[in-house]
């Protein structure tokens, strides 16, 4: 130890005796690049080119130095902070250069931070707690308008309560619904259960909607506890109203009674029956007043009887909207599909894309008719074709088949110069004739019989008129040897007359 001692002591000589001239040593302190060290310091270093080195070394080395002195000095080289570190005695410490801006670190202040016209952020952003000079807080940019502001841009701004059960709760102003004020379950107001909205346009509140359209509206059921519901005649009520117990009202005879506790009757008097008419819009009261009734703008027939004519006047009687129907001229004329029917008929159907569809029955169905009227017509659907009953029988004058050919007829006629009578159907134009003219009289030569000639045929086509009455002469046979035949002739006047026997078929169509 001793040997130590002398050896630091004769290096402490050599080093003192080797110092430049502006070194110097007092009594209070040594100076190293100045002759007269402050005498407030120690050891006071001067130089205006070099600095002071201190010991260098990693992190893990300075955690390592045993039993370190409060103040000691090293810098660390390595690690998140490289820098000065000092140890306070019980723990090292970074010693923070001082910034540009200022660096809090982890301490506890010990005065007010003054934040100025800037505001305390986080993690580098450019928006977040701001607080005036008054005390007024905004939470998001600019200066707060009232003592707590809570502003977001272009977006929802409201805040947000959160346990550590996951449970939200959200106050604010809901941009994407016309900047409602709502109260919601939620991480902002999509995402959960809207309890309060106040609407901005109307005023209304709404609690269970988000439209209200009262001043105060609730989806649900509203409990008063205690205190019961004031209303605006100031009364209070706090049960609600008893509902009364059914009671019926009689009439017997002139006694007018109600049923139930407290129910009363009154007798009334006699009185003489009145008859109350309606006459027109006069309403009258027999032996009593009169009064004329207003005339409506329009009538509503409902469902009821009608007791005097109704008047169309130039209006028609329409179905469903519609805008044409039924209309009656002051003569009485019916038209449909016209609002003129025509004077002169009693039924008047106008149309250019519908016809008129009579009843259709079967022929069975058509027999089954009770005392049809003479004219009434049907369609027989099974002969296809229109049936009119002439007031015996059903004649069907048209037909629906390709030809409207009336089935061919066969007529004969007696050879004995007698004159016939035949009428053109209904529905026939024309008439085919086949006639042949009598065979001649025979003759006897010796034991032979000669027989007579054939009478001529004649084959024609005759326009008629359907109800035309044609007159038919037949000519009688020849007799004895004559050579002469008979004639017959059909006409629609008298021909002259002949001596001949036809038969003849008449296609009619």
């Given at each position: 130890?001793?040997?130590?001692?002398?050896?630091?002591?004769?290096?402490?000589?050599?080093?003192?005796?080797?110092?430049?001239?502006?070194?110097?040593?007092?009594?209070?302190?040594?100076g190293?690049?100045?002759?007269?060290?402050?005498?407030?310091?120690?050891?006071?270093?001067?130089?205006?080119?070099?600095?002071?080195?201190?010991?260098?070394?990693?992190?893990?080395l300075r955690?390592?130095?045993?039993?370190?002195?409060?103040?000691?000095?090293?810098?660390?080289?390595?690690g998140?902070?490289?820098?000065?570190?000092?140890y306070?005695?019980?723990?090292?410490?970074?010693?923070?250069p001082?910034?540009?801006?200022?660096?809090?670190?982890?301490?506890?202040?010990?005065?007010?931070?003054?934040?100025?016209?800037k505001?305390?952020?986080?993690?580098?952003?450019?928006?977040?707690?701001?607080?005036?000079?008054?005390?007024?807080?905004?939470?998001?940019?600019?200066?707060?308008?009232?003592?707590?502001?809570?502003?977001?841009?272009?977006?929802n701004?409201?805040a947000?309560?959160?346990?550590?059960?996951?449970?939200?709760?959200?106050?604010?102003?809901?941009?994407?619904?016309?900047?409602n004020?709502?109260?919601?379950?939620g991480?902002?107001?999509?995402?959960?259960?809207?309890?309060?909205?106040?609407a901005?346009?109307?005023?209304?509140?709404?609690?269970?909607?988000?439209?209200?359209?009262?001043?105060l509206e609730?989806a649900?059921?509203?409990?008063?506890?205690?205190?019961?519901?004031?209303?605006?005649?100031?009364t209070?009520?706090?049960?609600?109203?008893?509902?009364?117990?059914?009671q019926?009202?009689?009439?017997?005879?002139?006694?007018?009674?109600?049923?139930?506790?407290?129910?009363?009757?009154?007798?009334?008097?006699?009185?003489t029956?009145?008859?109350?008419?309606?006459?027109?819009?006069?309403?009258?009261?027999?032996?009593?007043?009169?009064?004329?009734?207003?005339?409506?703008?329009?009538?509503?027939?409902?469902?009821?009887?009608?007791?005097?004519?109704?008047?169309?006047?130039?209006?028609?009687?329409?179905?469903?909207g519609?805008?044409?129907?039924?209309?009656?001229?002051?003569?009485?004329?019916?038209?449909?599909?016209?609002?003129?029917?025509?004077?002169?008929?009693?039924?008047?159907i106008?149309s250019?894309?519908?016809?008129?569809?009579?009843?259709?029955?079967?022929?069975?169905?058509?027999?089954?008719?009770?005392?049809?009227?003479?004219?009434?017509?049907?369609?027989?659907?099974?002969?296809?074709?229109?049936?009119?009953?002439?007031?015996?029988?059903?004649?069907?004058?048209?037909?629906?088949?390709?030809?409207?050919?009336?089935?061919?007829?066969?007529?004969s006629?007696?050879?004995?110069?007698?004159r016939?009578?035949?009428?053109?159907?209904?529905?026939?134009?024309?008439l085919?004739?086949?006639?042949?003219?009598?065979?001649?009289?025979?003759?006897?030569?010796?034991t032979?019989?000669?027989?007579?000639?054939?009478?001529g045929?004649?084959?024609?086509?005759?326009t008629?008129?359907?109800?035309?009455?044609?007159?038919?002469?037949?000519?009688?046979?020849?007799?004895?040897?004559?050579?002469?035949?008979?004639?017959?002739?059909?006409?629609?006047?008298?021909?002259?007359?002949?001596?001949?026997?036809?038969?003849?078929?008449?296609?009619?169509?």
């Amino acid at each position: 130890m001793n040997k130590f001692l002398r050896a630091a002591g004769l290096l402490s000589g050599l080093l003192f005796g080797l110092r430049p001239a502006a070194d110097a040593q007092t009594a209070g302190g040594v100076g190293i690049g100045t002759a007269t060290p402050d005498a407030s310091a120690l050891l006071d270093l001067t130089s205006t080119t070099r600095g002071l080195l201190a010991p260098r070394m990693t992190a893990v080395l300075r955690a390592g130095i045993q039993v370190p002195a409060p103040g000691l000095l090293v810098y660390q080289t390595d690690g998140v902070q490289p820098g000065f570190w000092y140890y306070t005695g019980a723990a090292w410490t970074y010693l923070n250069p001082a910034p540009a801006g200022d660096n809090l670190g982890n301490h506890t202040a010990t005065q007010n931070l003054n934040l100025a016209d800037k505001q305390l952020v986080g993690n580098g952003g450019t928006s977040g707690l701001g607080i005036s000079s008054s005390g007024d807080v905004v939470i998001g940019t600019g200066s707060p308008l009232a003592p707590l502001e809570v502003r977001r841009d272009n977006a929802n701004a409201y805040a947000l309560f959160h346990d550590p059960f996951d449970a939200y709760f959200s106050f604010g102003q809901d941009r994407s619904d016309n900047n409602n004020i709502k109260i919601s379950d939620g991480n902002g107001f999509s995402n959960g259960v809207n309890y309060l909205t106040i609407a901005r346009a109307s005023t209304n509140v709404g609690i269970g909607t988000t439209a209200p359209s009262q001043k105060l509206e609730v989806a649900g059921q509203v409990y008063s506890s205690t205190g019961g519901f004031r209303f605006p005649d100031n009364t209070v009520q706090t049960t609600a109203a008893a509902v009364p117990a059914p009671q019926t009202l009689t009439l017997n005879g002139q006694q007018l009674s109600i049923s139930g506790t407290g129910g009363n009757s009154v007798t009334l008097p006699s009185a003489t029956p009145q008859t109350l008419t309606l006459n027109g819009q006069q309403l009258s009261i027999s032996g009593g007043n009169a009064v004329t009734l207003p005339t409506p703008a329009g009538d509503n027939l409902g469902n009821h009887t009608a007791t005097q004519n109704l008047n169309l006047a130039n209006k028609l009687l329409v179905g469903n909207g519609g805008a044409s129907g039924l209309a009656i001229s002051n003569g009485g004329s019916v038209g449909i599909g016209t609002t003129s029917p025509a004077a002169s008929a009693l039924l008047d159907i106008s149309s250019t894309t519908k016809g008129l569809l009579p009843p259709r029955l079967t022929e069975a169905q058509r027999d089954a008719i009770a005392n049809p009227a003479p004219g009434l017509e049907v369609f027989n659907t099974t002969a296809n074709t229109l049936s009119q009953w002439d007031g015996t029988r059903w004649v069907n004058y048209l037909s629906y088949s390709a030809s409207n050919t009336v089935a061919s007829t066969t007529f004969s006629f007696q050879n004995n110069g007698n004159r016939y009578t035949y009428q053109v159907p209904l529905g026939v134009t024309r008439l085919a004739v086949d006639m042949a003219g009598g065979v001649g009289g025979g003759s006897v030569l010796g034991t032979r019989v000669v027989n007579g000639g054939k009478g001529g045929r004649v084959q024609a086509t005759l326009t008629v008129t359907p109800g035309q009455l044609l007159t038919i002469y037949v000519g009688g046979s020849g007799t004895g040897v004559s050579n002469n035949g008979g004639v017959s002739d059909l006409a629609a006047e008298p021909a002259t007359s002949g001596r001949a026997a036809p038969t003849w078929p008449a296609a009619c169509w």
